[in-house]
């Protein structure tokens, strides 16, 4: 089973255009964090929603010809989540290109800072 097309040429290039062409969202939400210690005030901080990100990046692929195709499965013998990504580009050779991701739906250990 081929996992990708042997002409990646014309994606990489449709996708490095597109990836000039994206702009960050704007910060247009504000959110504030409270901390549990009396001596610590709150934080506040301004971020762009999921959505506004999202369109932009929709809004500029579509610009570029590049649709995205999302499908997910379960591996019964692994059971692992197989995400698939498929970009089909019609000014390329008319073969889709593809990515694919698996993820165990059990949750992972945490690393890092924690808070204590």
Known sequence: MQRSSETIGAIATALAK?????????KALTAAIHSPFPREGSRTFRYASL???LDIVRKTL???????????AIDNETGLIRLSTVLPTPQAS???RTGRCARSPRPQPR??????
């Open 94 to 96: 008319g073969s889709p």
């Open 62 to 72: 579509s610009q570029h010809e590049i649709a995205t195709v999302r499908t997910t």
């Open 18 to 26: 597109a990836q000039g062409a994206l702009e960050n969202p704007q």
């Open 111 to 116: 690393t890092g800072w924690e808070p204590h």
């Open 51 to 53: 959505a506004s990100g």
